[in-house]
T-cell receptor, first 113, second 114 residues
Framework: GDSVTQTEGPVTLSEGTSLTVNCSYE??????LFWYVQYPGEGPQLLFK?????EKGSNRGFEATYNKEATSFHLQKASVQESDSAVYYC????????????FGSGTQLTVMP | DPKIIQKPKYLVAVTGSEKILICEQY?????MYWYRQSAKKPLEFMFS???????DNQTASSRFQPQSSKKNHLDLQITALKPDDSATYFC?????????????FGPGTRLTVL
């Protein structure tokens, strides 16, 4: 079945350093890819989505490129801030079926001041 | 103002009892969903509805029954509760059903079954 695998956490960084969270996926179809962020006590919030291969999504300094050949969608940020501390989820949605989101296991990021 | 309301925020139940989790969305969306998040598993899809009709059910148990009384409501009834049902349940919605539509999540209901 379809699946999403992402960097295992927790990840701890200092403010101002760069972030990469790896995400790879398996599917027989041509999915839309998403990054969500979840803060304690809240539901997941959409960071951005990318529906087409070779396109890039970005928001709040985070970005990821849909790499169909490598089946990857790595999240990057050049300079993290303490407020970026949260859990990050990579997810996919198939073009047919129930349009459910299939999530990775999440990556806990802690940014130290 | 919150666009997706879930009630209650916290819920404690005894094994064997029945509870209803409430979800209302004020985004004007036509598709709604339920997901579950537990300590053992990542966010896990349960149901999807489009225009108040069930599109998909990925729960293995009939103890979980969604109920859509209005277009912007999708409640979740859980019967014969078990400790393994303890989790945070998230309601979500999207403009329409389709892979390119963003799903927006509510704040969740944390259920503890004793």
């Amino acid at each position: 079945g379809d699946s999403v695998t992402q960097t295992e956490g927790p990840v701890t960084l200092s403010e101002g350093t760069s972030l990469t969270v790896n995400c790879s996926y398996e599917t027989k179809q041509y999915p839309t890819l998403f990054w969500y962020v979840q803060y304690p006590g809240e539901g997941p919030q959409l960071l951005f989505k990318v529906p087409k291969a070779n396109e890039k999504g970005s928001n709040r300094g985070f970005e990821a490129t849909y790499n169909k050949e490598a089946t990857s969608f790595h999240l990057q940020k050049a300079s993290v801030q303490e407020s970026d501390s949260a859990v990050y989820y990579c997810a996919l949605s198939e073009p047919s079926g129930s349009w459910q989101l299939i999530f990775g296991s999440g990556t806990q990021l802690t940014v130290m001041p | 103002d919150p666009k997706i309301i879930q009630k209650p925020k916290y819920l404690v139940a005894v094994t064997g009892s029945e509870k209803i989790l409430i979800c209302e969305q004020y985004l004007g969306h036509n598709a709604m969903y339920w997901y579950r998040q537990s300590a053992k598993k990542p966010l896990e899809f349960m149901f999807s509805y489009s225009y108040q009709k069930l599109m998909d059910n990925q729960t293995a148990s009939s103890r979980f029954q969604p109920q859509s009384s209005k277009k912007n409501h999708l409640d979740l009834q859980i019967t014969a509760l078990k400790p393994d049902d303890s989790a945070t349940y998230f309601c979500a919605s999207s403009q329409d059903a389709g892979s390119s539509y963003e799903q927006y999540f509510g704040p969740g209901t944390r259920l503890t079954v004793l």
